[in-house]
């Protein structure tokens, strides 16, 4: 973690140096694989209408806001990646902002797409868009006034100006006859997309759920820290126009005699499933399981975008890598990146692993579906002055 502001931007010029105009080795190395673990150990309890009555009641009094109408009032420009940056099998990507790009307080996390949301059908628009989903959290030593998560829905559509808007991510508190939320202060270190449904990675317990088709409308010009009710008509949230609130939990249960840190979160299409995979260290971490990570498979209950009251994991697998920020997984194929390492393993039960060279500050990713062009696997960097949100062709690092 990143302690304060001044020490992220005193470091900023050489790390942006580096990170920025370094041609990313391309050689591969064979590495040793994962093993298999017992499945039947890990599952997962859905709950979608925890918050039914409170949601209805927010609904009622603030109304909900379409993704298309988010997009259309969307009030960021996202910019193009810098000429400096490359990496092999580089296709496109894009920057946030300045003024996001060199937050040190807020930093991005998961990323999806509206082809995670919807495949290749309509060229992976939903609600019209074409979009790419990145997740943040707010660290709160920079100046910060409160630890939040929030999601920014980036425009990717040459249909649409090249526009980004964030949303907030909040809990509903309070009754039906007096509706709020508050605050979702969690690291929502990956998120997944699938049908109208948000997954977001919540480390100790398993993923939050939102639905897309419930955004709030809220009022502007309140103060930086105000968040919630201030009357029956007026809620803030940190000036934020529009809030996603939570629907519900899918808690994350274990018999292996040790919890899942539930560090990010990938969807594949093609088994309908999410898979997930934990940050660890080898040794000296303090903050961190000095540990072996794992990578769990949870398949949807079939033919929905939702999961049943209780599911059991479809593979388990123990893994020989550490400090595991991303990963990804597509027709029995995976791929796990190592921001500690600056690594990317592919790995396939048939074919064994191998390791590419990765960028810094690796995040987490995601698989972009394509019919008539190469697949992709869109990721993300975190370091401040050095967000850069790219995709590369899948089969640059396919073994």
Known sequence: MLDNCGAVLARLASATLVAGLLLVPTTATAAAGPTTLPAGQYTLSANYHQFDTVNAALVSKLGTAAVHTVMENANHDRVGLPSSFSINGLETGFRFDSGDNSDCKNYPQGITTSRDAVGTANSGNYDGHQLVVVSWYTNDACDGDGERSRITLVDWDATYPNKYRKVLLVEPTGTAAAPNFKDIPIHAGGVSWYGDYLYVADTGRGMRVFDMRKILKTN?????????????????????????????????????????????????????????????????????????????????????????????????????????????????????????????????????????????GAESISYWEDTTNPDLLWTLQEGVGNRNVFAVQQSAYDG
Not at 236 to 263: C, D, E, F, K, M
Not at 336 to 359: C, I, N
Request: aromatic share 14%.
């Open 220 to 360: 502007t010009g309140g103060t930086a820290d105000q968040i919630g009710r201030q009357s029956d008509t007026v809620y803030y949230a940190h000036n934020y126009a529009y809030v996603l609130p939570q629907i519900g939990t899918i808690t994350s249960n274990t018999t292996s005699g040790t919890s899942l840190r539930w560090s990010s979160i990938s969807l594949d299409r093609v088994s309908a499933s999410i898979v997930m995979t934990e940050y660890t260290c080898q040794s000296g971490c303090t903050a961190y399981p000095n540990r072996a990570p794992r990578a769990i498979r949870y398949p949807f209950a079939a033919g929905t975008t939702t999961f049943a009251a209780t599911t059991t994991a479809s593979q388990a697998l123990q893994l020989p890598w550490y400090k595991l920020n991303g990963l990804a997984s597509h027709n029995n194929r995976w791929w796990f990146a190592s921001s500690g390492q600056k690594q990317l393993y592919y790995w396939t039960p048939a074919a064994g692993s191998t390791t590419y060279p990765w960028v810094s």
